[in-house]
């Protein structure tokens, strides 16, 4: 049963780090591109980063770029998504998914992806 678990959100100050992390299982990681989400109350659920299967290459939406890494270890079954210098408009449930393609799409959509962590919550607030 193949299966994405997302932990490590919670409340931060602004200008705070967190690290999320999105552990699989029931698949071979090494042949899945993986993203990351997040989604806001009433709001859209909307692309955040995502990374190739082999590592090699990342995208990152605009709102995030320079402060956002997202990384994987194939070897741990696991990605990461590194956030720092948080803002209080990050504060959304961040959600981990992933697709059987080797390269992400130009624009980070919910679609291809098929499949999908349950998200964790990331509060930033003083």
């Known amino acids: 049963q193949l299966q994405l678990v997302e932990s490590g959100g919670g409340l931060v100050q602004p200008g705070g780090s967190l690290r999320l992390s999105c552990a699989t299982s029931?698949?071979?990681?090494?042949?899945?591109?993986v993203a990351w989400f997040r989604q806001a109350p009433g709001k859209e659920r909307e692309g955040v980063s995502c990374i190739s299967s082999s590592g090699s290459s990342t995208n990152y939406a605009d709102s995030v770029k320079g402060r956002f890494t997202i990384s994987r270890d194939n070897a741990e079954s696991t990605f990461y998504l590194q956030m720092n210098s948080l803002k209080p408009e990050d504060t959304a449930v961040y959600y981990c998914?992933?697709?059987?393609?080797?390269?992400?799409?130009?624009?980070?959509?919910?679609?291809?992806?098929?499949?999908w962590g349950r998200g964790t919550q990331v509060t930033v607030s003083s």
């Open positions: 029931g698949f071979t990681l090494d042949d899945y591109a």
């Open positions: 998914a992933a697709v059987k393609l080797g390269g992400c799409p130009r624009s980070i959509g919910i679609q291809p992806f098929d499949y």
